[in-house]
């Protein structure tokens, strides 16, 4: 493989190791059919698929790097970071990931209380029916739930309507920090990259701080093509990367046929003067 930014790399989605819907090997046989080059999958806060993803991509004949998605809280926001390339067998890491998940269920319980409160009872034990992995409940699966019985049409419409600040279902949560966050990634040899970045309301000051401590703390990377982003945002994401001089990722953020706009593998690619994650990577990437 050549390190050009021509390269159909997907380095975003998820499982439902986490809150996507199909398997580890129903990715990477997805990924390889829509033409992906190079693939990660990226769970939240959870590396528990890394081991089957990268046999399944293998067995694809897929180029493979490890990936996770780290919840951070920066600025009372909360932010994603993608760790790519590391060493899935990283203790300090699998620690760190480990609590990072270990709210989740009280902040679950929180949630179906105040849903309850709104008139919708009964959401834990619902959304516990979409769930796979007990350490990893999110806000998705409340939403396939109040989908499925009916009280909104479509996940998007639950998020409006309920589970986003200053709507009955949110319930503020404290992630993992910044710093910590990237350490645990680049103390297991992989690369930090900034998910989404136009997905944050933050001011221009805000966006600046989250930028200069992330570098500060090592970071190396900023999604800059992805399912979440405008194709404005592209331009003024690579524009950031350049700024800051970090490379630039590509990752559709697919979790659902059912559910997600953008699939696996078709988004435009890099810019073509711009350093590719995958160009840092080059020694881990597995074939
Ligand atoms: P959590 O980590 O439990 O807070 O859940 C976050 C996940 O919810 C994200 O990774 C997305 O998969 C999903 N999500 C967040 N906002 C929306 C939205 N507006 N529409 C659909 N899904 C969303
Ligand atoms: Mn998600
Ligand atoms: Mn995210
Ligand atoms: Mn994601």
Avoid at 270 to 284: H, N
Wanted: glycine content about 10%.
């Amino acid at each position: 493989m050549s390190f050009q930014t021509i390269l159909n790399a997907d380095l975003h989605c998820h499982s439902v190791v986490s809150d996507g819907t199909l398997t580890p090997e129903a990715l990477a046989r997805r990924a390889k059919a829509n033409g992906v080059e190079l693939w990660a999958l990226t769970d939240h806060d959870e590396i528990g698929g890394q081991h089957r993803a990268a046999a399944a991509a293998q067995a694809q004949g897929l180029a493979y790097l490890t990936g996770t998605e780290i919840s951070v809280t920066f600025a009372a926001e909360t932010v994603h970071i993608v760790g790519l390339g590391f060493d899935a067998d990283d203790a300090a890491l699998r620690q760190g990931l480990h609590k990072t998940r270990g709210g989740r269920e009280q902040r679950a319980r929180e949630m179906a209380d105040s849903l309850a409160k709104a008139g919708i009872p009964g959401t834990f034990e619902g959304a516990l029916k979409f769930v796979s992995n007990p350490e990893l409940i999110s806000r998705t699966h409340f939403a396939r739930f109040l989908v499925e019985s009916g009280v909104c049409r479509e996940t998007s419409e639950v998020f409006r309507k309920y589970l986003t600040e200053g709507k009955p279902g949110y319930v503020a949560h404290r992630w993992a920090n910044l710093k910590d966050a990237v350490s645990w990634i680049t103390g297991a040899h992989g690369i930090a990259v900034i998910a989404h970045p136009g997905r944050y309301k933050f001011t221009a000051n805000e966006e600046y701080a989250l930028f200069t401590e992330f570098k500060a703390h090592g970071g190396r990377g900023v999604e800059v093509i992805t399912g979440s982003h405008t194709r404005q945002e592209f331009v003024k994401y690579a524009e950031t990367a350049r700024e800051f001089g970090l490379a630039a990722s590509r990752g559709s953020d697919f979790h659902s046929p059912d559910e997600s706009h953008t699939d696996l593998g078709t988004l435009p690619y890099l810019p073509g003067d711009i350093t590719p994650v995958w160009e840092l990577l080059a020694d881990r990437i597995r074939k």
